[in-house]
């Protein structure tokens, strides 16, 4: 196994000891921030490796998006049951996430690939600068920062919600024809 694919299946490793610092005492919040940034440098960093030594697998394109959705939608679950992110906006989430997949996979079936566009990377950094706010908030605890991030973050939330289904539209609309063709 390379090198870009090692990093993404470290990324699905770390999922769980994510989940377990979050879900442990306030002093693991700051344990879970660290982990969720160290995914996401693993996620930088298995592209940058990927891209610069041209080392492209069937593994790693059906692999680094699912890791990315993991992690997200693990982090969304956990915010949901600690009363920090509304269900409504966990499910909304995931199911943009397993519509786009399934999207993808309908297209692999017919020749296609579905690349990543504008809309679905801001939408993925959304997430990502949404989580770290929340993180960073619940690590920091009480005070005038932690409030003040509580409600950049009350705000980041609705951003990375509205941008979410934006980008599920768009795929859709983009790729109304594989819609089209699956109905036959």
């Known amino acids: ?28 919040d700051w344990i879970a921030l660290v982990i969720f940034v ?16 041209n080392i492209v697998t069937d593994f790693g394109k059906l692999m680094d998006p699912l890791a990315d959705k993991l992690m997200i939608t693990a982090a969304l679950v956990c915010f949901t049951g600690a009363g920090l992110v509304h269900p409504a906006v966990t499910i909304l989430i995931i199911s943009r996430e397993m519509l786009v997949t399934g999207l993808r996979t309908l297209a692999v079936s017919k020749g296609k690939v579905i690349a990543a566009d504008f809309w679905g990377k801001f939408k993925t950094v959304s ?58």
């Open 127 to 184: 997430q990502d600068v949404t989580i770290i706010l929340i993180l960073i908030w619940q690590s920091i605890g009480t005070g005038t920062v932690a409030d003040i991030l509580g409600k950049v973050s009350y705000w980041c939330i609705w951003i990375m919600t509205i941008l979410t289904l934006i980008s599920a539209i768009n795929y859709c609309i983009k790729n109304k024809e594989l819609f089209m063709d699956a109905a036959k």
């Open 38 to 53: 160290a995914a996401g440098f693993t996620d930088f960093l298995d592209g940058e490796i990927a891209r610069k030594q």
């Open 1 to 28: 196994m390379n090198l870009p694919n090692r990093l993404t299946m470290l990324r699905v490793v770390l999922i769980p000891f994510f989940v377990l610092a979050f879900l442990m005492s306030s002093v693991s």
